[in-house]
């Protein structure tokens, strides 16, 4: 049996990583704030925010009382909204800022203990929001941003355990997300889940000797959006 935690598990590309890992048969604890609607008999979910460090640990309890080692790690918790930066307020620029660079600092840093040395694989969903700036995404491009620094110093500092950390860039997915975001936006180029899903089983199911560091993937006739 191998082991996942995968963060943003109640929805949009958490819930469906999820979903596909439990076809490949690892036992997967699914992370999220307001919980995911998956019944499996191994899959684990668990309530908590990845924002707040006292939670963190008792994520970490509750994996413990089944395993003591971490196959895999999956961060896919994330907010994006979009707004011009004079109609963004600095709480909204600092919640992008505390879910997706301090939640996955939280993550990767109390799960060195789990993580097998020589097989252990940290996969971050970033974005191509990382690479570029997009007008009215100032705080996603900066969070996203700064992730990429945060991930770049993990693989340093992990990889004489041989711990691989793979960054997937994609450019705007039809998620429910865009619902919320503007529903006006147009999918017609926008990747599918299962063009998701499909790089991510490339890069879970190759050797562990194998690295990926970073993957970024897009309609051919699209970007961000």
Same mark, same amino acid.
């Given at each position: 049996?191998?082991?996942?935690?995968?963060?943003?598990?109640?929805?949009?590309?958490? =819930? =469906?990583?999820?979903?596909?890992?439990?076809?490949?048969?690892?036992?997967?604890?699914?992370?999220?704030?307001?919980?995911?609607?998956?019944?499996?008999?191994?899959?684990?979910?668990?309530?908590?925010?990845?924002?707040?460090?006292?939670?963190?640990?008792?994520?970490?309890?509750?994996?413990?009382?089944?395993?003591?080692?971490?196959? &895999?790690?999956?961060?896919?918790?994330?907010?994006?909204?979009?707004?011009?930066?004079?109609?963004?307020?600095?709480? =909204?620029?600092?919640?992008?800022?505390?879910?997706?660079?301090?939640?996955?600092?939280?993550?990767? /840093?109390?799960?060195?203990?789990?993580?097998?040395?020589?097989?252990? =694989?940290?996969?971050?969903?970033?974005?191509?929001?990382?690479? /570029?700036?997009?007008?009215?995404?100032?705080?996603?491009?900066?969070? /996203?941003?700064? &992730?990429?620094? &945060?991930?770049?110093?993990?693989?340093?500092?992990? /990889?004489?355990?041989?711990?691989?950390?793979?960054?997937?860039?994609?450019?705007?997915?039809?998620?429910?997300?865009?619902?919320?975001?503007?529903?006006?936006?147009?999918?017609?180029?926008?990747?599918?889940?299962?063009?998701?899903?499909?790089?991510?089983?490339?890069?879970?199911?190759?050797?562990?000797?194998?690295?990926?560091?970073?993957?970024?993937?897009?309609?051919?006739?699209?970007?961000?959006?």
């Amino acid at each position: 049996m191998k082991y996942a935690l995968v963060t943003g598990s109640s929805s949009g590309i958490g =819930h =469906h990583v999820c979903e596909h890992l439990l076809e490949m048969n690892y036992m997967v604890f699914g992370v999220s704030r307001r919980g995911a609607e998956i019944d499996h008999r191994n899959y684990v979910d668990i309530v908590g925010d990845i924002r707040v460090e006292e939670e963190i640990l008792d994520i970490f309890d509750i994996v413990s009382e089944e395993t003591e080692e971490l196959d &895999l790690i999956v961060n896919a918790a994330g907010i994006f909204t979009l707004s011009e930066i004079s109609q963004t307020e600095s709480l =909204h620029f600092r919640d992008h800022l505390e879910t997706n660079i301090l939640g996955t600092f939280h993550i990767i /840093k109390h799960s060195e203990r789990f993580l097998l040395d020589n097989e252990g =694989h940290v996969i971050t969903v970033s974005s191509l929001a990382s690479k /570029k700036g997009y007008s009215g995404n100032s705080a996603y491009c900066a969070s /996203k941003f700064g &992730l990429n620094g &945060l991930l770049a110093t993990c693989r340093e500092e992990f /990889k004489g355990r041989g711990i691989r950390f793979t960054n997937i860039l994609p450019g705007a997915i039809d998620t429910p997300l865009w619902d919320e975001v503007d529903e006006s936006i147009s999918r017609e180029f926008m990747l599918s889940t299962d063009d998701f899903i499909g790089v991510l089983d490339m890069v879970v199911s190759a050797p562990s000797h194998v690295q990926f560091p970073e993957i970024q993937l897009m309609h051919r006739n699209g970007g961000m959006v």
